[in-house]
Protein backbone atom coordinates (compact mmCIF):
# COMPACT_ATOMS: atom_id res chain seq x y z
CA UNK A 1 0.00 0.00 0.00
CA UNK A 2 1.57 3.50 -0.92
CA UNK A 3 4.19 2.37 -2.26
CA UNK A 4 6.00 3.54 -6.05
CA UNK A 5 8.76 2.80 -7.61
CA UNK A 6 8.97 6.22 -9.15
CA UNK A 7 12.21 8.03 -8.34
CA UNK A 8 12.08 11.57 -7.83
CA UNK A 9 14.60 14.60 -7.62
CA UNK A 10 14.73 17.43 -5.33
CA UNK A 11 16.97 20.40 -5.26
CA UNK A 12 18.51 22.60 -3.28
CA UNK A 13 16.51 20.72 0.23
CA UNK A 14 17.89 21.49 3.28
CA UNK A 15 19.09 18.46 5.85
CA UNK A 16 17.53 19.54 9.08
CA UNK A 17 17.91 16.72 11.78
CA UNK A 18 19.65 13.51 12.44
CA UNK A 19 17.34 10.68 13.98
CA UNK A 20 16.33 7.27 13.86
CA UNK A 21 18.84 4.14 12.35
CA UNK A 22 21.48 6.85 11.97
CA UNK A 23 19.54 8.44 9.02
CA UNK A 24 19.40 12.26 8.29
CA UNK A 25 16.41 14.18 7.93
CA UNK A 26 14.64 16.73 5.46
CA UNK A 27 11.49 17.61 4.06
CA UNK A 28 10.61 17.49 0.49
CA UNK A 29 8.46 20.58 -1.24
CA UNK A 30 5.41 18.20 -0.86
CA UNK A 31 5.74 18.07 3.02
CA UNK A 32 7.17 14.63 3.12
CA UNK A 33 10.07 13.94 5.46
CA UNK A 34 12.65 12.29 3.87
CA UNK A 35 15.42 10.03 5.17
CA UNK A 36 18.93 10.13 3.63
CA UNK A 37 21.83 8.25 4.36
CA UNK A 38 24.42 10.58 3.22
CA UNK A 39 24.04 13.81 4.20
CA UNK A 40 24.52 15.60 7.76
CA UNK A 41 22.45 18.03 9.19
CA UNK A 42 23.45 21.53 8.02
CA UNK A 43 24.07 20.59 4.42
CA UNK A 44 22.19 22.18 1.32
CA UNK A 45 21.58 19.21 -1.27
CA UNK A 46 19.86 17.60 -4.41
CA UNK A 47 18.19 14.81 -3.45
CA UNK A 48 17.13 11.79 -5.36
CA UNK A 49 14.72 9.45 -3.69
CA UNK A 50 15.52 5.43 -3.14
CA UNK A 51 11.95 4.91 -1.87
CA UNK A 52 8.26 6.29 -1.46
CA UNK A 53 6.29 5.35 1.15
CA UNK A 54 3.07 6.95 2.18
CA UNK A 55 4.48 9.11 4.71
CA UNK A 56 7.59 9.21 3.94
CA UNK A 57 10.49 8.98 0.96
CA UNK A 58 14.00 7.59 1.52
CA UNK A 59 16.61 9.00 -0.46
CA UNK A 60 20.37 9.85 -1.41
CA UNK A 61 22.23 13.50 -1.69
CA UNK A 62 23.14 13.49 -5.33
CA UNK A 63 24.71 16.49 -5.47
CA UNK A 64 25.46 18.81 -2.25
CA UNK A 65 25.41 22.67 -2.58
CA UNK A 66 26.55 23.67 1.15
CA UNK A 67 28.43 21.52 3.11
CA UNK A 68 27.39 21.43 7.07
CA UNK A 69 30.02 23.06 9.41
CA UNK A 70 28.84 19.99 11.74
CA UNK A 71 31.06 18.10 8.99
CA UNK A 72 34.22 15.91 9.52
CA UNK A 73 35.87 14.02 7.04
CA UNK A 74 35.60 10.11 7.81
CA UNK A 75 38.77 8.20 8.58
CA UNK A 76 37.62 4.87 7.22
CA UNK A 77 38.15 3.62 4.03
CA UNK A 78 35.08 1.48 4.20
CA UNK A 79 32.81 4.11 5.08
CA UNK A 80 29.84 5.04 3.67
CA UNK A 81 29.93 1.16 1.86
CA UNK A 82 30.04 -0.56 5.47
CA UNK A 83 27.34 -0.22 7.57
CA UNK A 84 29.29 -0.19 11.04
CA UNK A 85 29.59 3.52 11.64
CA UNK A 86 26.99 5.66 9.82
CA UNK A 87 28.10 8.91 11.86
CA UNK A 88 31.70 8.79 11.07
CA UNK A 89 31.06 12.21 8.82
CA UNK A 90 29.66 14.50 11.80
CA UNK A 91 31.69 15.57 14.70
CA UNK A 92 32.31 13.81 17.73
CA UNK A 93 30.48 16.91 19.84
CA UNK A 94 27.78 16.70 16.85
CA UNK A 95 26.80 13.22 17.44
CA UNK A 96 26.49 13.65 20.92
CA UNK A 97 24.02 16.48 20.54
CA UNK A 98 21.70 14.54 18.42
CA UNK A 99 21.85 11.50 20.20
CA UNK A 100 21.35 12.95 23.48
CA UNK A 101 18.11 15.05 22.23
CA UNK A 102 16.75 11.52 20.43
CA UNK A 103 16.72 10.44 24.41
CA UNK A 104 14.65 13.58 25.26
CA UNK A 105 12.73 13.71 22.35
CA UNK A 106 11.58 10.10 22.91
CA UNK A 107 10.64 10.56 26.88
CA UNK A 108 9.20 12.93 26.22
CA UNK A 109 6.81 12.83 22.95
CA UNK A 110 6.39 8.70 22.85
CA UNK A 111 6.54 8.57 26.79
CA UNK A 112 5.29 12.25 27.54
CA UNK A 113 7.03 11.70 30.68
CA UNK A 114 7.97 14.99 32.85
CA UNK A 115 11.73 15.30 32.78
CA UNK A 116 14.07 16.82 34.92
CA UNK A 117 16.89 18.27 33.94
CA UNK A 118 18.95 16.15 31.56
CA UNK A 119 21.93 15.65 32.63
CA UNK A 120 24.89 16.24 29.48
CA UNK A 121 25.18 13.19 27.80
CA UNK A 122 28.15 11.10 29.07
CA UNK A 123 31.08 10.84 25.97
CA UNK A 124 33.31 8.35 25.23
CA UNK A 125 37.00 9.05 25.74
CA UNK A 126 37.70 6.42 23.06
CA UNK A 127 36.11 7.38 19.58
CA UNK A 128 37.54 5.13 17.63
CA UNK A 129 39.21 1.20 18.84
CA UNK A 130 36.57 0.78 21.56
CA UNK A 131 34.95 -2.74 21.15
CA UNK A 132 35.93 -5.22 22.44
CA UNK A 133 34.17 -7.92 20.67
CA UNK A 134 34.24 -8.43 16.54
CA UNK A 135 32.67 -11.08 13.67
CA UNK A 136 33.71 -10.87 10.48
CA UNK A 137 32.48 -13.04 8.11
CA UNK A 138 34.10 -15.40 5.44
CA UNK A 139 32.82 -15.03 1.72
CA UNK A 140 34.12 -16.62 -1.79
CA UNK A 141 31.95 -14.03 -3.63
CA UNK A 142 33.47 -10.76 -2.57
CA UNK A 143 31.31 -7.90 -3.34
CA UNK A 144 32.27 -5.53 -6.20
CA UNK A 145 32.51 -2.09 -6.38
CA UNK A 146 30.95 -0.15 -9.01
CA UNK A 147 33.71 0.98 -10.28
CA UNK A 148 35.75 -2.80 -10.34
CA UNK A 149 32.03 -3.69 -12.22
CA UNK A 150 32.55 -0.49 -14.51
CA UNK A 151 36.59 -1.65 -15.09
CA UNK A 152 35.11 -5.31 -16.11
CA UNK A 153 38.09 -6.37 -15.03
CA UNK A 154 39.00 -10.11 -14.21
CA UNK A 155 38.72 -11.15 -10.20
CA UNK A 156 39.97 -14.53 -10.03
CA UNK A 157 40.25 -14.39 -6.11
CA UNK A 158 37.14 -12.88 -4.53
CA UNK A 159 37.66 -14.17 -1.60
CA UNK A 160 36.19 -11.65 1.27
CA UNK A 161 36.70 -11.41 4.96
CA UNK A 162 34.60 -8.15 6.52
CA UNK A 163 30.86 -7.37 7.25
CA UNK A 164 27.69 -7.97 5.55
CA UNK A 165 26.75 -4.78 3.61
CA UNK A 166 23.48 -3.57 4.67
CA UNK A 167 20.35 -4.90 3.39
CA UNK A 168 22.06 -8.07 1.60
CA UNK A 169 22.79 -11.22 3.51
CA UNK A 170 24.53 -12.56 1.19
CA UNK A 171 27.21 -10.11 0.22
CA UNK A 172 30.46 -9.39 2.30
CA UNK A 173 32.58 -6.28 2.32
CA UNK A 174 36.60 -7.20 2.41
CA UNK A 175 37.76 -5.40 5.30
CA UNK A 176 41.08 -4.21 5.45
CA UNK A 177 41.32 -2.16 8.51
CA UNK A 178 38.08 -1.72 10.79
CA UNK A 179 38.30 0.85 13.19
CA UNK A 180 36.57 0.03 15.78
CA UNK A 181 38.65 -3.03 18.19
CA UNK A 182 41.67 -2.63 19.15
CA UNK A 183 45.24 -4.13 17.80
CA UNK A 184 45.65 -6.67 16.96
CA UNK A 185 42.34 -7.50 15.64
CA UNK A 186 43.16 -5.94 12.05
CA UNK A 187 46.17 -8.18 11.78
CA UNK A 188 44.66 -11.56 12.64
CA UNK A 189 41.27 -10.69 10.48
CA UNK A 190 44.12 -10.07 7.44
CA UNK A 191 46.80 -12.57 8.22
CA UNK A 192 43.63 -14.97 8.85
CA UNK A 193 42.40 -14.17 5.03
CA UNK A 194 45.49 -14.21 3.26
CA UNK A 195 46.77 -17.60 4.75
CA UNK A 196 43.98 -19.27 3.68
CA UNK A 197 43.77 -18.01 0.56
CA UNK A 198 47.12 -18.61 -0.03
CA UNK A 199 46.29 -22.62 1.20
CA UNK A 200 43.52 -22.54 -0.98
CA UNK A 201 41.31 -23.17 2.36
CA UNK A 202 37.70 -22.12 0.76
CA UNK A 203 35.85 -19.29 2.21
CA UNK A 204 31.80 -19.72 2.68
CA UNK A 205 29.02 -19.55 -0.29
CA UNK A 206 25.95 -18.01 1.83
CA UNK A 207 24.15 -19.40 -1.84
CA UNK A 208 25.82 -22.38 -2.34
CA UNK A 209 26.40 -23.81 1.30
CA UNK A 210 29.48 -24.63 0.47
CA UNK A 211 33.34 -23.72 1.66
CA UNK A 212 34.84 -23.97 4.70
CA UNK A 213 35.59 -20.99 6.44
CA UNK A 214 32.48 -19.38 8.12
CA UNK A 215 33.12 -16.43 10.93
CA UNK A 216 36.11 -14.96 12.90
CA UNK A 217 35.16 -13.83 16.10
CA UNK A 218 37.53 -11.69 18.02
CA UNK A 219 37.69 -10.70 21.80
CA UNK A 220 40.13 -8.28 23.20
CA UNK A 221 39.55 -7.81 26.63
CA UNK A 222 40.35 -4.92 28.69
CA UNK A 223 42.93 -6.84 30.88
CA UNK A 224 44.92 -7.47 27.11
CA UNK A 225 44.15 -10.95 26.54
CA UNK A 226 42.51 -12.05 23.50
CA UNK A 227 40.30 -14.27 22.01
CA UNK A 228 39.86 -15.72 18.50
CA UNK A 229 37.00 -18.00 17.70
CA UNK A 230 36.94 -19.46 14.19
CA UNK A 231 33.79 -20.84 12.38
CA UNK A 232 33.95 -23.82 10.13
CA UNK A 233 31.36 -25.54 7.75
CA UNK A 234 32.91 -28.57 7.72
CA UNK A 235 34.84 -31.18 10.04
CA UNK A 236 38.08 -30.76 7.69
CA UNK A 237 40.64 -31.66 10.42
CA UNK A 238 43.41 -31.36 7.96
CA UNK A 239 42.95 -27.72 6.86
CA UNK A 240 41.48 -26.63 9.80
CA UNK A 241 44.37 -27.51 11.92
CA UNK A 242 46.73 -26.37 9.49
CA UNK A 243 44.96 -22.33 9.97
CA UNK A 244 44.69 -22.90 13.79
CA UNK A 245 48.18 -24.04 13.81
CA UNK A 246 49.22 -20.89 12.13
CA UNK A 247 47.42 -18.65 13.78
CA UNK A 248 49.04 -20.20 17.19
CA UNK A 249 52.40 -19.40 15.94
CA UNK A 250 51.92 -16.05 14.25
CA UNK A 251 49.78 -14.58 17.26
CA UNK A 252 51.35 -16.14 20.19
CA UNK A 253 49.68 -13.42 22.47
CA UNK A 254 46.12 -15.08 21.64
CA UNK A 255 45.29 -16.36 25.08
CA UNK A 256 42.18 -18.72 24.26
CA UNK A 257 41.58 -20.18 20.11
CA UNK A 258 38.99 -21.94 19.44
CA UNK A 259 36.55 -23.42 17.08
CA UNK A 260 33.19 -25.00 16.17
CA UNK A 261 32.12 -26.75 13.58
CA UNK A 262 28.78 -25.51 12.11
CA UNK A 263 26.89 -27.75 9.52
CA UNK A 264 23.52 -25.84 10.01
CA UNK A 265 22.31 -23.25 7.20
CA UNK A 266 22.31 -20.20 9.98
CA UNK A 267 25.91 -19.00 11.33
CA UNK A 268 25.20 -18.34 14.78
CA UNK A 269 27.45 -20.68 17.27
CA UNK A 270 25.02 -20.20 20.73
CA UNK A 271 23.54 -23.55 19.74
CA UNK A 272 27.03 -25.00 18.76
CA UNK A 273 29.82 -26.87 20.77
CA UNK A 274 32.60 -24.77 21.27
CA UNK A 275 36.20 -26.55 21.24
CA UNK A 276 39.10 -25.16 22.85
CA UNK A 277 41.79 -25.79 20.45
CA UNK A 278 44.74 -23.75 22.28
CA UNK A 279 45.38 -21.99 25.52
CA UNK A 280 41.89 -21.35 27.45
CA UNK A 281 38.70 -21.69 27.14
CA UNK A 282 37.92 -18.31 28.49
CA UNK A 283 39.16 -14.79 29.06
CA UNK A 284 39.04 -12.36 31.65
CA UNK A 285 37.41 -8.90 31.54
CA UNK A 286 38.17 -6.83 34.88
CA UNK A 287 36.19 -3.73 36.05
CA UNK A 288 37.09 -1.99 39.85
CA UNK A 289 38.99 -5.10 40.80
CA UNK A 290 35.88 -7.58 40.16
CA UNK A 291 37.03 -10.23 37.35
CA UNK A 292 34.57 -11.63 34.97
CA UNK A 293 35.10 -14.67 32.69
CA UNK A 294 33.99 -14.37 29.23
CA UNK A 295 33.49 -17.27 27.23
CA UNK A 296 32.57 -17.38 23.61
CA UNK A 297 29.20 -17.06 24.11
CA UNK A 298 29.14 -14.98 27.00
CA UNK A 299 27.72 -11.53 26.59
CA UNK A 300 29.26 -8.43 27.85
CA UNK A 301 29.14 -5.00 27.20
CA UNK A 302 31.33 -4.33 24.17
CA UNK A 303 32.61 -1.05 24.81
CA UNK A 304 34.50 -1.77 28.38
CA UNK A 305 35.30 1.72 29.32
CA UNK A 306 31.95 3.29 28.91
CA UNK A 307 30.15 0.10 30.64
CA UNK A 308 32.02 1.23 33.31
CA UNK A 309 31.05 4.64 33.48
CA UNK A 310 27.34 3.11 32.83
CA UNK A 311 27.21 1.14 35.85
CA UNK A 312 28.85 3.81 38.08
CA UNK A 313 25.56 6.14 37.14
CA UNK A 314 23.17 3.28 37.47
CA UNK A 315 25.02 2.49 40.91
CA UNK A 316 24.93 6.70 41.68
CA UNK A 317 21.13 6.62 40.88
CA UNK A 318 20.68 3.34 42.96
CA UNK A 319 22.12 5.42 45.86
CA UNK A 320 22.67 2.42 47.96
CA UNK A 321 23.61 2.55 51.66
CA UNK A 322 24.64 -1.21 52.12
CA UNK A 323 21.31 -1.98 53.65
CA UNK A 324 19.26 -2.86 50.70
CA UNK A 325 17.79 -5.64 48.92
CA UNK A 326 18.48 -5.17 44.97
CA UNK A 327 16.79 -6.85 42.42
CA UNK A 328 19.07 -7.14 39.26
CA UNK A 329 16.46 -7.84 36.19
CA UNK A 330 18.18 -9.30 32.68
CA UNK A 331 21.12 -9.63 34.56
CA UNK A 332 23.16 -10.93 31.74
CA UNK A 333 26.28 -12.54 33.32
CA UNK A 334 25.62 -10.70 36.78
CA UNK A 335 27.93 -7.96 36.16
CA UNK A 336 25.90 -5.10 37.10
CA UNK A 337 24.88 -7.35 40.14
CA UNK A 338 27.91 -7.67 41.25
CA UNK A 339 28.87 -4.05 40.61
CA UNK A 340 26.60 -2.97 43.35
CA UNK A 341 26.73 -5.72 45.89
CA UNK A 342 29.50 -4.22 47.94
CA UNK A 343 26.61 -1.18 48.59
CA UNK A 344 23.94 -3.73 49.02
CA UNK A 345 22.53 -6.12 51.65
CA UNK A 346 21.57 -8.41 48.90
CA UNK A 347 21.08 -8.62 45.01
CA UNK A 348 18.68 -10.73 43.67
CA UNK A 349 20.08 -11.19 39.36
CA UNK A 350 17.07 -12.53 36.97
CA UNK A 351 18.47 -13.86 33.27
CA UNK A 352 16.72 -16.05 30.34
CA UNK A 353 20.37 -17.68 29.53
CA UNK A 354 21.32 -20.79 31.94
CA UNK A 355 23.97 -19.75 30.83
CA UNK A 356 24.67 -16.81 31.63
CA UNK A 357 23.49 -17.41 35.33
CA UNK A 358 26.37 -20.46 35.54
CA UNK A 359 29.01 -17.26 34.60
CA UNK A 360 27.27 -15.20 37.10
CA UNK A 361 27.50 -17.53 39.66
CA UNK A 362 30.85 -18.68 39.05
CA UNK A 363 32.36 -14.86 38.87
CA UNK A 364 30.54 -14.09 41.75
CA UNK A 365 32.37 -16.79 43.63
CA UNK A 366 35.81 -16.52 42.30
CA UNK A 367 35.18 -12.59 43.22
CA UNK A 368 34.44 -13.49 46.48
CA UNK A 369 31.13 -12.19 46.44
CA UNK A 370 28.47 -13.57 48.89
CA UNK A 371 25.51 -11.42 49.05
CA UNK A 372 24.53 -12.36 45.44
CA UNK A 373 21.87 -14.96 43.97
CA UNK A 374 21.24 -15.78 40.61
CA UNK A 375 18.08 -17.35 38.83
CA UNK A 376 17.65 -18.21 35.23
CA UNK A 377 14.33 -17.83 33.14
CA UNK A 378 12.41 -15.39 31.01
CA UNK A 379 11.61 -12.29 32.98
CA UNK A 380 7.38 -12.60 32.73
CA UNK A 381 7.46 -16.20 34.22
CA UNK A 382 10.10 -15.93 36.85
CA UNK A 383 9.71 -12.42 38.36
CA UNK A 384 6.27 -13.57 39.98
CA UNK A 385 4.27 -12.88 43.14
CA UNK A 386 5.85 -16.11 44.69
CA UNK A 387 9.33 -15.48 43.48
CA UNK A 388 8.73 -12.17 45.34
CA UNK A 389 7.39 -13.83 48.39
CA UNK A 390 10.66 -16.20 48.22
CA UNK A 391 13.43 -13.70 47.69
CA UNK A 392 11.69 -10.49 49.75
CA UNK A 393 10.21 -7.02 48.43
CA UNK A 394 13.49 -5.53 47.13
CA UNK A 395 14.17 -1.65 48.07
CA UNK A 396 15.45 -0.52 44.81
CA UNK A 397 15.47 -2.41 41.50
CA UNK A 398 17.93 -2.11 38.62
CA UNK A 399 16.40 -3.25 35.16
CA UNK A 400 18.47 -3.74 31.74
CA UNK A 401 16.23 -5.02 29.32
CA UNK A 402 17.09 -5.78 25.75
CA UNK A 403 16.19 -3.55 22.86
CA UNK A 404 12.02 -4.24 23.01
CA UNK A 405 12.41 -3.09 26.32
CA UNK A 406 10.13 -4.93 29.42
CA UNK A 407 7.21 -7.12 28.70
CA UNK A 408 4.18 -5.22 30.08
CA UNK A 409 3.57 -8.13 32.71
CA UNK A 410 7.27 -7.43 34.01
CA UNK A 411 6.17 -3.65 34.33
CA UNK A 412 3.01 -4.70 36.22
CA UNK A 413 5.37 -6.74 38.27
CA UNK A 414 7.26 -4.21 39.06
CA UNK A 415 4.06 -1.39 40.29
CA UNK A 416 2.43 -4.55 42.13
CA UNK A 417 5.48 -4.20 44.72
CA UNK A 418 6.56 -0.66 44.12
CA UNK A 419 9.72 -0.23 45.16
CA UNK A 420 10.67 3.07 46.26
CA UNK A 421 13.52 3.02 43.33
CA UNK A 422 14.24 2.12 39.79
CA UNK A 423 16.52 2.34 37.72
CA UNK A 424 15.79 1.76 33.76
CA UNK A 425 19.03 1.04 32.15
CA UNK A 426 18.18 1.59 28.23
CA UNK A 427 19.36 0.72 24.63
CA UNK A 428 16.63 2.05 23.42
CA UNK A 429 15.04 5.20 24.42
CA UNK A 430 11.87 4.45 22.48
CA UNK A 431 10.64 1.43 24.37
CA UNK A 432 12.22 3.05 27.63
CA UNK A 433 9.77 5.62 26.89
CA UNK A 434 6.65 3.08 26.21
CA UNK A 435 7.67 1.35 29.69
CA UNK A 436 8.13 4.63 31.35
CA UNK A 437 4.76 6.01 30.03
CA UNK A 438 3.18 2.76 32.21
CA UNK A 439 4.46 3.74 35.33
CA UNK A 440 4.25 7.41 35.47
CA UNK A 441 1.58 7.23 37.67
CA UNK A 442 3.01 5.69 40.36
CA UNK A 443 6.68 6.84 39.77
CA UNK A 444 8.21 10.31 39.06
CA UNK A 445 11.68 10.57 36.65
CA UNK A 446 14.12 12.37 38.64
CA UNK A 447 16.94 11.73 37.13
CA UNK A 448 18.15 11.26 32.98
CA UNK A 449 21.79 10.66 32.14
CA UNK A 450 22.73 9.21 28.24
CA UNK A 451 25.78 7.34 27.67
CA UNK A 452 27.50 7.23 24.50
CA UNK A 453 28.84 3.35 24.09
CA UNK A 454 29.14 3.68 20.76
CA UNK A 455 30.45 6.55 18.77
CA UNK A 456 30.32 7.16 15.12
CA UNK A 457 27.14 5.05 15.28
CA UNK A 458 23.55 6.21 16.28
CA UNK A 459 23.07 3.96 19.01
CA UNK A 460 22.56 5.48 22.59
CA UNK A 461 22.38 4.64 26.28
CA UNK A 462 20.17 5.66 28.99
CA UNK A 463 20.11 5.48 32.48
CA UNK A 464 16.79 7.11 34.34
CA UNK A 465 16.08 7.02 38.08
CA UNK A 466 12.40 6.63 39.19
CA UNK A 467 11.25 7.18 42.34
CA UNK A 468 7.86 6.35 43.90
CA UNK A 469 5.29 9.14 43.97
CA UNK A 470 4.52 10.48 47.38
C1 LIG B 1 21.03 -5.35 27.58
S1 LIG B 1 21.44 -6.96 28.17
C2 LIG B 1 21.89 -6.52 29.80
C3 LIG B 1 22.91 -7.42 30.43
C4 LIG B 1 23.55 -6.96 31.70
N1 LIG B 1 22.72 -6.12 32.53
C5 LIG B 1 24.89 -6.30 31.43
O1 LIG B 1 25.04 -5.11 31.63
O2 LIG B 1 25.82 -7.00 31.01
C6 LIG B 1 19.85 -7.68 28.32
C7 LIG B 1 19.83 -9.06 28.89
O3 LIG B 1 18.48 -9.49 28.96
C8 LIG B 1 18.42 -10.88 28.69
N2 LIG B 1 17.03 -11.17 28.30
C9 LIG B 1 16.45 -10.96 27.10
N3 LIG B 1 15.16 -11.32 27.13
C10 LIG B 1 14.91 -11.79 28.38
C11 LIG B 1 13.76 -12.30 29.01
N4 LIG B 1 12.60 -12.41 28.37
N5 LIG B 1 13.87 -12.69 30.29
C12 LIG B 1 15.03 -12.58 30.96
N6 LIG B 1 16.17 -12.08 30.40
C13 LIG B 1 16.11 -11.70 29.12
C14 LIG B 1 19.46 -11.07 27.62
O4 LIG B 1 19.88 -12.41 27.54
C15 LIG B 1 20.56 -10.12 28.07
O5 LIG B 1 21.49 -10.76 28.91
Not at 175 to 186: A, E, F, H, I, Y
Request: glycine letters at 6%.
Amino acid sequence: MGRKSRRKIFENIAVIDAGAKGKSVAKAPDGKVIFLSNAVPGDVIDVQTTKQRTAYYEGEAIKFHTLSNKRTDSVCEHFGVCGGCKWQHMKYEEQLNYKESEVVNNLTRLGKVELPEVTTIAGSEKQYFYRNKMEFSFSDSRWLTREEIESNAEFDNRNALGFHIPGAWDKILDVNKCWLQQDPSNAIRNKTKEFATKNDIPFFNARNQNGLLRSLLIRTASTGEIMVLIQFFKNDVEKRTLLLEYLKTEFPEITSLQYVVNEKGNDTIYDQEVICYHGRDHIFEEMEGLKFKINAKSFYQTNSEQAYQLYKITRDFAGLTGEELVYDLYTGTGTIAQFVAKKAKKVVGVEAVPEAIEDAKANAANNNITNTVFYAGDMKNVFNAQFITENGVPDVIITDPPRDGMHKDVVQQILNIAPKKVVYVSCNSATQARDLALMDATYKVTKVQPVDMFPQTHHVENVVLLEKRK
